[in-house]
C-alpha cells in the first residue's frame, strides 16, 4: 500500500521565502528601481571578505549603498558640479557631518553671523561642550573673515546668500582669505578646508566648485525635492581623501536615507532646473512689485539692484532662488506685521521652501545675530511656490490691507 505521497518540496512558509522564479532581467522605465535592504547578499564567503562599497564598486549593507542611493549620489554629485557624494537624512545632519568629520578638540571653526540658524546651535552646543570654539564672521567683509583667522582654525562655512535677511557675499573673496591663510601655514601643518551651504543655489543659481570651495553641501529638502514632503541633505567634493575622510564618519555615525525617500527626490530631480527658474522668474516679479508697495521700507533679493550684495551675486550667479524678505515702515508694530502674516491666505505659515506651495516666516532678526541689525521692525520672509503670480499679488494686497 502507498503511504501518502512523499512531498520533496520545502514548506509553504519556505517557499515564501526562497522563491525560485527570477524575473527577465531586461525592465527598462524612466523611474530608477527601488531597492531595498538592510542585509545584502553575498555569493560566496570570498565576495564577502572582499567586496568594498566605499568606491562603489561593491554591496554589502544596506546603510553603505543600493543600486538606489548610488544612483542619487551620482546625480547630486553632477548637480553640483563635483564627484563625489554622500546623502544624510536631513540637511542639517549634511552640516553635522561635516562639522564632526573634520574638526577635533583645540579646533576653531568660523561660521557667517548670518547662517543657517541650527548649524551655529550645533556649534554652540556639541561642538563647544567637545572643545571645539566656533567664531562668526561678517560675511560681507572678507577683511573680517582675514582677522577672525587663527593657527587654530581649521573649517570655515560660506553660505550665498545670508540666512533670511539674503545678503550675498563676494564667495571668490572669502575663499581667496582662506587660501592666502593655508598658503602660509607650515609644511604638513592642517589646512583650512571650505564647506559651502549651497541650498539656496541648489547647483542651478551657479557651478559652486568653480568658486574655489572645497565641500558643496545642500538640503535637498528644499529644491532636489521640490515637494515639501522629503528630508535629506547632501555633501559634494571633488577632492577623494577628503571624501574618504567624510564618508568614514558618516558610517561610523550610521546616518542612512531611505529608499522611498530617494525615490522621490529621484523623481524630482528631472525637472528641478525649470522649477528653479519660473520660481526665479516669479519671484523677482513679486519682489520688484513689493518694493514699490508704500507700507514696504526695503525687499531683500540677491538681483534686486540695492539689495546687500547684489553686486556679488551680479557678477557670480546667473539665477536667484524663490525667497525674498520684506522689512515694513518703522511706524508700523510687531503685531500690525504679525497680523499680515495671519491674514495671508495663499501664502502658509512654515518653514522650509522650494515647495510647490508659498509661505512665510515672520522673523525678530536682531535675536538671531551677534552682529547688529539696522531695523527696529520684523522681518517677513517669504518663499515662492507655483501659484499664478497674479494670485499672490491679490493675496498680498488683501493682507496688507490694515497697513494702508
Ligand atoms: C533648510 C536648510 C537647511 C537644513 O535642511 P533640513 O533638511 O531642514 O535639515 C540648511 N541650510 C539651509 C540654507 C536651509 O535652507
Known sequence: MAGPQQDIQPALETRLVHHAYRPPAEFESPAVPVHKGSTVYFPTVAAMRSRDWKDKSAYTYGLH???????????????????????????????????????????????????????????????????IATRYYNAMDPADLARCITPATRLVWLEAPGSVTLEYPDIPALVAVVQAANQQRAEGARRIVTALDNTWGAGVAFAPFSLGVDISMQAMTKYPSGGGDVLMGSVVTRDASL????????????????????????????????????????TRELAQW???????????????????????????????????????????????VDAVCDRLKLFKLGYSWAGPVSLVVPYDIASMRQQPWPYANRLLRFAVGLEAVEDLKADLLQAMAHLA
Open 243 to 282: 571624501h574618504r575622510q567624510l564618508l568614514l564618519c558618516h558610517m561610523r555615525l550610521g546616518l542612512g536615507v531611505g529608499a522611498n525617500d530617494i525615490e522621490l527626490v529621484l523623481r524630482g530631480l528631472p525637472n528641478m532646473v525649470l522649477r528653479y527658474h519660473a520660481q526665479d522668474r516669479a
Open 65 to 131: 549603498g543600493t543600486p538606489t542611493s548610488f544612483t542619487l549620489e551620482e546625480r547630486m554629485a553632477t548637480v553640483e558640479g563635483g564627484q563625489f557624494c554622500l546623502l544624510a537624512p536631513s540637511g542639517l545632519s549634511a552640516i553635522t557631518v561635516v562639522d564632526m568629520a573634520l574638526l577635533a578638540t583645540g579646533d576653531e571653526l568660523l561660521i557667517p553671523d548670518n547662517a543657517y540658524g541650527p548649524g551655529k546651535a550645533f556649534a554652540e552646543g556639541e561642538l563647544r561642550q567637545w572643545g
Open 290 to 336: 513689493m518694493q514699490q508697495q508704500p507700507a514696504v521700507a526695503q525687499v531683500f533679493h540677491p538681483a534686486l539692484p540695492g539689495s546687500p550684495g547684489h553686486e556679488h551675486w551680479q557678477r557670480t550667479a546667473t539665477a536667484a532662488a524663490c525667497l525674498f524678505s520684506v522689512v515694513f515702515q518703522p511706524q508700523f508694530s510687531a503685531e500690525q
